[in-house]
């Protein structure tokens, strides 16, 4: 390659990468924006009700999420963290089970399938009386309720990316001899993998609105718990203060998920 062809290649390379960061900047100053407004339409609002017990200024929030932080709330975020882990862990692993048998065996899916499509739009609320009947008012409510809704997600988009498989892979599989296990674990695993992955992201969703509306209703711990705690005393700006945090922590789990999405999908130009 000529000197004229490398310094053209640099300068390609140095402009990409320049066009690369503008955008970043864009899109975080966008996002900045948007939080911006939304406090300002909060801090409207509030004044235009003029009733601070019922809706608390932002700054009232921020006051209060500090006398938060350096207090109970730790034990109170650990709590929902392991419900969520515990859950999730039992969704996920459930759905995904569900999904590959299914696959496996076509008799099975004929079965499993429609218990799925009866169960799936029901929501994991609509099971909080049978949960306290079973386990009443303890951890394994927000567990059980987390496990439910996260399973669909997953169970669906895994079994959707399964179909979508290329067939001339798995013919090519079978005609090298791969014995069935193989299959599953080298062709149609990776193959489905971004829908395996879209799917977690979905079951994450719903199962941290489980949680949160399992241990409003039914936990002894946990940010949900807190918010009924506070409730209680009509301590509304610590009330906000909490969903504050729910969210912000929902917004950083997500992100790790992607991020996760991200690296595992580098070979799919749609990820990339």
């Not at 090298?176 to 062709?187: C, D, E, M, P, Y």
């Not at 609105?209 to 005393?233: K, P, S, T």
């Not at 997500?254 to 799919?268: F, V």
């Amino acid at each position: 390659m000529s000197p004229a062809n490398v310094k053209v290649t640099h300068g390609a390379t140095r402009a990409g990468r320049a066009r690369h960061l503008l955008l970043a900047l864009r899109s975080v100053l966008v996002s900045v924006a948007g939080i911006v407004a939304v406090v300002l339409i909060w801090s409207l609002v509030g004044r235009l009700l003029a009733h601070p017990s019922l809706l608390p200024s932002p700054v009232a929030v921020l006051g209060a999420l500090r006398v938060l932080l350096a207090g109970e709330i730790g034990a109170d975020i650990l709590a929902s963290i392991v419900h969520l882990a515990a859950g999730y862990s039992i969704g996920v692993v459930i759905g995904l089970l569900l999904a590959v048998l299914c696959a496996r065996f076509e008799n099975l899916d004929v079965f499993i399938e429609p218990v799925i499509e009866v169960l799936r739009p029901i929501s994991a609320i609509a099971w909080i009386p049978i949960a306290l009947l079973m386990f009443g008012v303890s951890e394994s409510v927000p567990i059980f309720l987390i496990a439910y809704a996260a399973t669909f997600p997953i169970f669906v988009n895994t079994l959707d990316g399964v179909r979508r498989l290329d067939r001339l892979l798995l013919n090519a599989a079978r005609s090298l001899g791969a014995s069935g296990n193989f299959i599953v674990t080298h062709v149609v695993i990776p193959g489905a993998l971004p829908y395996v992955l879209t799917g977690a992201r979905l079951s994450l969703g719903v199962a941290w609105m489980a949680m949160v509306a399992g241990e409003l209703v039914g936990g002894d711990a946990g940010l949900g718990w807190r918010i009924m705690w506070y409730q209680e005393f009509f301590a509304m700006d610590k009330v906000m203060a909490i969903i504050l945090v729910i969210g912000v922590l929902g917004f950083v789990a997500d992100a790790a998920l992607r991020g996760l999405q991200r690296r595992l999908l580098g070979w799919n130009p749609v990820e990339s």
